[in-house]
């Protein structure tokens, strides 16, 4: 009953001792809202453009999108909110993992990460449905073939070869780079050691000016996203779901 | 050159480096001559699978930040922050980021081109040029044209070929290039260094160290979006936030409207346009007279009462902003942007500084000072302010310029339609363009001799301001060129071999490598950088290595502060030109800059603060808007006594009621089909009138603003219903 | 005793069928050699013939239990051939389980029912049968088989019994 | 001198006597060979308008919903309206209102048969038909809102070389299993009853491949004892063992929603309210059906009388009032719970952008049938309880829309709050109403929508006794 009590938000305890390993801590007083991660993040992930129209209707594939609402409108008392960068929240008790009918969106054992299995998907989108942060994006068409969008024959060369372009019909998310993280853990592996923490870092958290976004192990104490995410300031979203996601909030203000 | 270092030779020196530091960098492509061979015969530093890195400049604006870039068997993949470079220290912006978006561009001029001037580009038209026939072309315009009539027109970013060309100029006795950029001129460099010149002594940019200060009080400065070194300002304003545990730092941004500066700021004070400089100064005297003792005279003649009618902020508000400043240990206050682009713009900056001045924070951490000078570089000098420009643009129409090359600018739209660039064009009998992308520039000119894009190119770029160290940025290639195109500067050096006589001895030199290391031998044996080599040719590869050399120690000219109050500082009242109900106020969009339009990528990131893609719009208060009855995406006609330009309406709560602002950075007529005929320019209705440093005084101009009856909805990433609600009236 | 023949009775209604059903078993007729065909189903008793036996109920049960087999190995099976973790949730749910065997459990039930039928009442067949096409206008037949040389008996007994026709009838194609 | 307090209604003594029993299909009979000639008639007596008729259902078969889908296939699901976070939109209402639409069958046939309800006899066809038919929509809808429908087969349990099985934690397996087993038993409990009609069509034809047709399908049927034992207990079992699946069905598919974690879905009683919204536009379609069969077949009127149609009529003001009373307790609860995001749910559905839909909604599912159908001669008067049906399930279709593409708008995150538009959609809408009608009539050419032999069976078993003055209808145990 404890642990239920706990997971369900009623608990003082620190995420690491709720267990999980790849974490990362959004700093919204700091986060300028200036997009670089959102740029970083599609040119990593080869994140593909959907043009004015569909972007407009809805449909455009950020994988990190960069949050604001209005605390108040009425001028001059214009008060904005912070700029609150939302990605796939990497959840322990993901709300979009089991609806999948096919297993496409698993959980990995291994780095308690929120998996999304491409070449398994057939496109339900109950996955999409259910996750409260709505960060999954979908593919609607064909966004990333050359003979559909011609303007795409030498954007392509760019393409990171480590990810997987994703065709029509297939739901797609952040994947706190897993390719990179593959690539360290690889590394460490061949080396006969863990993974250092800042040993490498996610695309967005590379690019951040502000150095708004850390990421790293969270079941190492000493590493620095543990210690932000254990600041008084830290938060989750939608914490009363009991979701247990991975990214941590740090509030704005003093 | 005789003596050329090979690759082999190379890759010793670089395995070296290696050990010192983390960007692992080949020599690849940059084996000096470019030869594109098939992957068959992959050369032996790219393995399958195994990324090499490359460190080089990033070029999307003049700031100078270091990239390294990922590449994979001879393609650029990924661009990201040299962590070694000062500047950035590891960290890119958006524009950054999308780089490598300019450089496989599908819309790139792919060859040299002659007499196109309006009919389009391509094979079939049959205007295709060889570059032996081009550099021909380029020798004749040199030699056989009096030099006083030869002018070249540049981007912002002093760079190599900027100094090569103003050796040639220099030798040959033509005009000084001119250096323009639109970001240039809506950040008043001019202004600021002008101000800077007047009360700090030194013609310089002033660096605003706010990393170290507790209290920012910025006039319109936008530092967090383009201004100046964004990504430099950007993490000082992160270290000014959380950068020390004991405080976190205080921001005030006074702004007509809420730019995505203004919103990180902990106060926004929607202060009524060109009233900066007066409030600076009642500010000043406030906190003088908290401080006691005897008002400097630059803020003696200043009437509190009077700013607070005029501002429109009320007397507590800055009341309690001398609260903060007095409490403070390190205030600092940053002129820029809108507040300068005023008629009073000048006085303003001065007012400002002088603030600086009174709160004692010159040369000091978290205070005022001068950026320092580049390792190569013995003067400061900034780009040309739009009064230059007119009367640049003047000695064009009265066909005082015979011929003219344009490199790394795109005035037809970066300048404002009123100053008549476009028509000056038609009256200079040639036009060479050095366009990368066939932007209206370049459609506009007899010849196109294009360059390679940035990461296809050598070079070194200064950094102008930003860091508190001495910094010349490298740059290489980082893949070979996609296309049939060619340095600009190794077609300038071998046109002048063919011209012969003095520009050959202007220009002795066997190639752009060769000249950059020439400008480079003055650093040879430097002890205080971040690398020591004892000849040019290890220099040279540390220098592709590191990504660029930098004193290690900051260094900052400090001025002195008793000069600056010592002279009495008068803001007269700002005018407004052109009758209408609004002050208008152009700003550049954050994300796309001045040049960033053709980047789809860049196209599909929204404003940071009205979320708006793919296009232009113009912010109007809703209440405004209720007034006038206009309602979201209703595009309305901004009509100024110089123009007028359409654009969809975006009811923007955080803006004052009688400002209407409208980005900068759409509206493109040419520049590849992401950019053509896409939103609208704001440049279109600006007129000419300029403050006393000279800049554009783009934010002092007031419009009307008449309702078309057409919709055009407005892309947008954010939801409206759940942003703005969704209760139907009915 | 001679070879049998089968005669076909048709009556106009269920009351005389029935009077025509007690006469053969008088006359020493045993049951499995009549049979009662119809347009609607009648009831044994009202005609007074022993009730038919039919296993379409028990080859249900038996499907039943079969699905309900698939539908726990379908839900605890597969997850323990593949163990895969989602949300938090356990690799052997016990409320999804109820689903998926109900499911199946009624599927079998019911699709078993539909083959019993098939297999109890020997559909489909399409040999020739004795039948006439009369039966679904509402006559309802009493088809038996007597000895050939005493069929004349039989047929003054059903016509007094008041059969419309009793005749010797031949298997064709229905 | 009155020995009553109160007076007598003499002068309404004429309206207020019960009408002549012999008005009512079961004491109205006629011989079965009769009845048999009129219901082959019907089949076979075909005019030009029928064909016209079908050409044209056909034709948009092909283009509304063969085209647009391969279009939709082939270009992905763009072409559609769905959008983030509107990932769900009309496909799934279509399929949600379409095993609405088939319930009423099972309910008629299964439900009305184990309660011995006499009037059903002439019309269970009818709506088994219902089921089989509407249950094929349904499927159809859910492949096209599939991103990658050619990988359907993924979702299958059967083993495979990526060696991954499907995840039976996900309520769309659950959906899948249920209407599987739905569709296959009530197509079966649709056969059931028809074979002694097949066998009765069989004998009626001449040569040709209606003869092959008939013969095939009525397996050889006699009618002897052994046969009539075993139809009738497989009947019974599927009557009794078809309800339960039924309900599981479309509470199922209401969990699909209830399940996910979103406002104004994760709710409790989403089971029962959508199997009741099921039967409230199942009963509506049935009055249709009746409506056109009366209408447009020849001798139905003999079938289908007011007395059927006033069946339904109360069937239907039943339900749609149990409709109100679990929609109620849907709005009620989360209204007085007060959770911020249910309010938003509500408020965005009465007061957002469609909220003429909820109006409309209220009006077609609770005012419509009230006030239509508590009239008994109103229930009788077939056009006007078609009308009252067609209403109904508009009512239902927006309902459903209101729940999903409408409410789908609402998450936790309102910064992605965006509204739904159908695009491609609505062609493949009409598509599959036109598919429908199509199969619906090649039906009625093809097989007795009549269950002749209940019917004589029903009528058998029903006579008029005389007791004291009056005549009453009385029924007596044939089976």
């Given at each position: 009953m404890a642990t239920e009590l706990e997971q369900a938000g009623?608990?003082?305890?620190s995420e690491e001792e709720l267990g999980g390993r790849w974490g990362m801590v959004v700093d919204q007083d700091l986060c300028t809202g200036c997009q670089a991660c959102v740029a970083a993040c599609s040119m990593e992930n080869n994140v593909p453009f959907v043009g004015e129209e569909d972007a407009g209707y809805g449909r455009a594939m950020h994988w990190i999108r960069i949050e604001r609402l209005w605390?108040?409108?009425?001028?001059?008392e214009v008060k904005m909110t912070p700029f609150q960068p939302t990605m796939c929240q990497q959840c322990h008790n993901a709300p979009c993992e089991p609806v999948c009918p096919v297993y496409a969106s698993v959980h990995s054992d291994s780095q308690d990460l929120n998996l999304q299995v491409y070449n398994r998907c057939i496109g339900t989108r109950y996955c999409g449905n259910n996750c409260p942060y709505q960060v999954r994006a979908f593919n609607w068409y064909d966004y990333t073939d050359a003979r559909i969008r011609p303007e795409l024959t030498t954007l392509q060369n760019q393409l990171n070869p480590d990810v997987t372009v994703r065709r029509r019909g297939i739901m797609e998310k952040c994947t706190f780079c897993i390719q990179r993280i593959h690539k360290a853990e690889d590394k460490a592996k061949s080396e006969g050691r863990e993974v250092e923490d800042g040993e490498f870092t996610t695309a967005c958290a590379q690019a951040c000016p502000a150095s708004a976004i850390t990421f790293g192990r969270i079941d190492d104490p000493k590493s620095e996203v543990s210690r932000a995410a254990t600041s008084s300031r830290g938060k989750h979203l939608l914490e009363e779901l009991g979701t247990l996601p991975r990214v941590t909030y740090l509030a704005g203000g003093a | 050159m005789s003596e050329k270092i090979s690759r082999r030779d190379f890759l010793k020196l670089a395995s070296v480096g290696a050990a010192t530091t983390a960007v692992l960098t080949g020599c690849g492509p940059a084996s000096r001559y470019v030869v594109r061979e098939p992957y068959t015969k992959m050369p032996e530093y790219t393995y399958n699978g195994l990324s090499t890195y490359y460190a080089t400049t990033c070029?999307?604006?003049?700031?100078?930040c270091g990239l390294v870039i990922r590449t994979m068997q001879g393609r650029a993949i990924k661009a990201e922050g040299n962590a070694s470079n000062p500047v950035n220290l590891g960290k890119t912006c958006a524009r950054g980021q999308a780089t490598l978006h300019g450089l496989y561009n599908p819309d790139r001029i792919t060859e040299p081109y002659k007499g196109i001037r309006g009919q389009p580009l391509g094979r079939e038209s049959g205007s295709v040029l060889d570059w032996d026939a081009a550099i021909q072309v380029v020798a004749d315009a040199l030699k056989n044209n009096n030099p006083s009539e030869v002018a070249f027109l540049m981007g912002m970013a002093p760079d190599h070929l900027f100094d090569l060309v103003s050796d040639l100029t220099a030798a040959i006795g033509a005009p000084a290039p001119v250096r323009f950029g639109a970001l240039g001129m809506f950040e008043s460099r001019a202004t600021l260094s002008k101000a800077a010149e007047n009360l700090l002594g030194q013609p310089a940019m002033p660096f605003f160290d706010i990393a170290n200060a507790d209290v920012v009080l910025s006039f319109g400065a936008n530092f967090l979006e383009t201004w100046l070194s964004p990504v430099a300002y950007t993490r000082g304003f992160a270290k000014m936030r959380r950068g020390n545990p004991k405080r976190r730092g205080y921001f005030i941004q006074f702004e007509s409207r809420l730019s995505q500066t203004a919103a990180k700021a902990d106060e926004w004070i929607p202060i009524h346009p060109g009233t900066d400089g007066l409030v600076a100064l009642a500010i000043g005297k406030l906190v003088a007279e908290a401080k006691g003792g005897v008002t400097p005279r630059a803020f003696a003649s200043v009437n509190v009462a009077d700013v607070v009618t005029k501002s429109g902020v009320a007397l507590e508000t800055l009341e309690s902003i001398v609260h903060h400043v007095v409490e403070a240990e390190s205030p600092v206050a940053i002129p820029g942007g809108t507040a300068l682009g005023q008629s009073n713009g000048l006085s303003t900056a001065e007012a400002v500084l002088a603030f600086n001045a009174l709160v004692d924070n010159f040369g000091k951490p978290g205070g005022v000072s001068l950026s320092p000078l580049s390792p190569n570089q013995n003067v400061y000098h900034r780009p040309a302010s739009a009064q230059e420009m007119t009367d640049f643009i003047a000695k064009m129409k009265s066909g005082g310029i015979k011929v003219l090359f344009v490199h790394g600018v795109n005035p037809v739209f970066e300048l404002p339609k009123s100053l008549g660039f476009a028509e000056a064009l038609s009256s200079v009998p040639q036009v060479i363009s050095f366009a990368t992308f066939p932007d209206e520039t370049a459609l506009a000119s007899d010849y196109i001799f294009p360059d390679h894009h940035g990461l296809e190119s050598w070079g070194y770029q200064r950094s102008v301001t930003g860091t508190q160290q001495s910094v010349l940025s490298g740059a290489q290639p980082v893949v070979s060129p996609s296309y049939n195109t060619n340095s600009t500067v190794d077609v300038l050096l071998r046109a002048a071999q063919l011209a012969g006589g003095k520009f050959a001895e202007a220009l002795p030199y066997a190639d752009e490598v060769a000249f950059i290391q020439s400008k480079l031998t003055n650093l040879i044996g430097e002890t205080d950088g971040s690398f020591v080599a004892p000849e040019i040719n290890t220099f040279a590869a540390y220098f592709q290595q590191h990504g660029g050399w930098w004193k290690n120690a900051a260094e900052l000219p400090t001025p002195s502060a008793a000069s600056a109050l010592g002279q009495g500082v008068t803001v007269e009242e700002a005018e407004f030109a052109g009758e209408g109900e609004f002050f208008f106020v152009p700003f550049v969009s954050p994300t796309l800059a001045e040049a960033g339009a053709n980047k789809p990528w860049l196209q599909e990131l929204p404003d940071p603060t009205t979320t708006v893609l793919w296009n232009t719009w113009v912010e109007m208060n809703p209440e405004t808007g209720k007034e006038l009855g206009i309602e979201n995406d209703d595009v309305v006609k901004i009509v100024s006594e110089a123009g007028e330009v359409e654009a969809p309406v975006y009811l923007y709560p955080a803006i004052r009621p009688d400002v209407i602002a409208m980005p900068f950075g759409q509206g493109h007529t040419a520049y590849g089909r992401f950019a053509q005929g896409r939103g609208a320019n704001?440049?279109?209705?600006?007129?000419l009138h300029f403050n006393e440093a000279g800049d554009l005084a783009f934010a002092g101009m007031r419009v009307k603003v008449e309702k078309t009856g057409r919709k055009q909805v407005l892309s947008r990433l954010e939801g409206k219903l759940g942003v703005y609600g969704f209760i139907e009236e009915k | 005793m001679s070879e049998p023949i089968t005669l076909l009775a048709m009556f106009e209604d269920i009351e005389p069928a029935s009077e025509g059903v007690e006469k053969l078993q008088q006359m020493g007729v045993t049951d499995d050699d009549m049979n009662v065909i119809s347009g609607i189903p009648v009831k044994n008793t009202i005609l007074g013939r022993p009730a038919a036996i039919t296993y379409v109920s028990r080859i249900g049960m038996f499907g039943a239990i079969l699905g309900m087999f698939l539908g726990i190995f379908l839900i605890y099976g597969i997850p323990y051939l593949y163990p895969l973790l989602v949300g938090g949730q356990p690799i052997y749910p016990i409320p999804q389980g109820i689903i998926i065997t109900f499911e199946m459990t009624m599927l079998g039930l019911m699709g078993f029912s539909f083959i019993g039928l098939f297999v109890d009442s020997g559909f489909p067949s399409y040999t020739p049968q004795k039948y006439t096409p009369e039966i679904s206008d509402g006559k309802v037949a009493l088809l038996f088989s007597c000895p050939v040389n005493e069929q004349e008996k039989f047929i003054d007994a059903l016509k007094n019994a008041g059969a419309v026709t009793v005749a010797p009838v031949e298997a064709r194609h229905l | 001198m009155a020995s009553y307090a109160k007076p007598l209604a003499r002068q309404k003594h004429a309206e207020e006597h019960e009408e002549d029993p012999r008005q009512h299909l079961m004491h109205d009979p006629l011989p079965r060979g009769q009845m048999n000639a009129m219901v082959m008639e019907s089949m076979r007596e075909t005019g030009p308008i029928f064909w016209i008729i079908t050409a044209v259902l056909a034709a948009f078969v092909v283009f509304a919903l063969g085209y647009e889908w391969y279009v939709l296939i082939m270009q992905g699901q763009g072409v559609a309206g769905v959008t983030r976070p509107d990932y769900w939109g009309v496909f799934l209402v279509n399929t949600v209102f379409w095993i609405g639409i088939s319930h009423a069958g099972t309910f008629i046939s299964a439900i009305l048969r184990v309660l011995k309800v006499e009037s059903r006899r002439p019309f269970t066809r009818a709506a088994e038909l219902m089921t089989t038919f509407g249950l094929v929509q349904a499927g159809l809808s859910i492949f096209m809102h599939l991103g990658r429908v050619w990988l359907t087969y993924w979702m299958f349990p059967i083993p495979n070389q990526r060696t991954i099985w499907p995840d039976f934690h996900s309520p769309l397996m659950w959906d899948l299993m249920a209407i599987t087993t739905y569709l296959l038993c009530s197509t079966m409990y649709l056969f059931l009853p028809l074979i002694p009609d097949l066998a009765m069509a069989r004998d009626r034809t001449q040569g040709g491949w209606l003869k092959v047709f008939y013969k095939t399908l009525a397996l050889g049927f006699r009618g002897t004892e052994g046969e009539w034992k075993n139809l009738t207990t497989a009947m019974n079992i599927f009557a009794f063992a078809i309800i339960p699946v039924m309900f599981s069905v479309h509470t199922i598919v209401s969990w699909d929603f209830?399940?996910?974690?979103r406002p104004g879905w994760n709710s409790t009683v989403f089971g029962p309210y959508f199997v009741i919204g099921a039967l409230h536009s199942g009963m509506a379609a049935v009055a249709i059906v009746l409506f056109l069969l009366r209408s447009t077949?020849?001798?139905y009127k003999y079938f289908i009388r007011p007395e059927h149609f006033n069946t339904i009529g109360m069937l239907m003001l039943l339900v749609s009032m149990a409709w109100a009373y679990f929609y109620f307790n849907d709005y009620i609860v989360p209204w007085y719970g007060g959770d911020i995001w249910d309010k938003l749910f509500q408020e965005y559905a009465e007061e957002g952008p469609k909220w003429y839909l909820w109006y409309t909604m209220l009006i077609c599912n609770i005012a419509v049938p009230w006030l239509i159908l508590w009239n008994r001669k109103w229930r009788e008067t077939p056009w006007l309880l078609a009308l009252a049906g067609i209403l109904i399930n508009v009512g239902m279709y927006l309902e459903r829309y209101i729940i999903i593409p409408v409410g789908v708008t609402i998450n936790r995150m309102p910064f992605t709050w965006r509204q739904y538009e159908p695009r491609i959609e609505i062609p493949m809408t009409v598509g599959t109403f036109a598919f429908f009608l199509l199969l619906y009539m090649l039906a009625s050419r093809l097989i007795p929508l009549i269950p002749v032999w209940e019917v004589q069976e029903g009528q058998e078993a029903h006579l008029i006794r005389k007791i004291g003055k009056a005549e009453i209808s009385t029924l007596s145990e044939m089976e």
């Open positions: 009623f608990t003082n305890r605390e108040s409108t009425e001028y001059p | 070029r999307e604006c003049a700031a100078a704001p440049a279109d209705v600006l007129g | - | 209830a399940m996910a974690t077949m020849k001798h």
